[in-house]
């Protein structure tokens, strides 16, 4: 059976750091572009943000704007796991966030902004708060 767990998540202050980790079951992550995706309170499935992904083939990646220099995305192929360093951490970075996986031949760019996603996970809740 294909699963993705994502695991980290927490209560963080303002201006502090989590680490989301991204592991799978019945499937390789390395043969996968992996992307992050972050559904805000009150907000509905088809508005959940891509905020970084990496590609299956040369490592690229793609940051959203409002996370680009705060939150890192990368691999650890031993151990079939994506990591998501976020720091400096910000009231309106609270959300649920997903680790995906897509199988196709794209842009991680592209598989952020358009959500394109074979498989999902549940989700792990990030909470920005003083």
């Known amino acids: 059976q294909l699963q993705i767990v994502e695991s980290g998540g927490g209560l963080v202050q303002p201006g502090g750091s989590l680490t989301l980790s991204c592991s799978a079951t019945?499937?390789?992550?390395?043969?996968?572009?992996i992307g992050w995706f972050r559904q805000a309170p009150g907000k509905e499935r088809e508005e959940r943000e891509g905020v970084s992904c990496i590609s299956s083939t040369d490592g690229r990646a793609y940051y959203a704007d409002s996370v680009k220099g705060r939150f890192t995305i990368s691999r650890d192929k031993a151990k079939n796991m994506v990591y998501l360093q976020m720091n400096n951490l910000k009231p309106e970075d609270t959300a649920v966030y997903y680790c995906?996986?897509?199988?196709?031949?794209?842009?991680?760019?592209?598989?952020?902004?358009?959500?394109?996603?074979?498989?999902w996970g549940r989700g792990t809740q990030v909470t920005v708060s003083s």
């Open positions: 995906t996986a897509d199988g196709g031949i794209r842009t991680p760019q592209r598989m952020c902004v358009e959500r394109l996603s074979d498989y």
């Open positions: 019945g499937f390789t992550l390395d043969y996968y572009a």
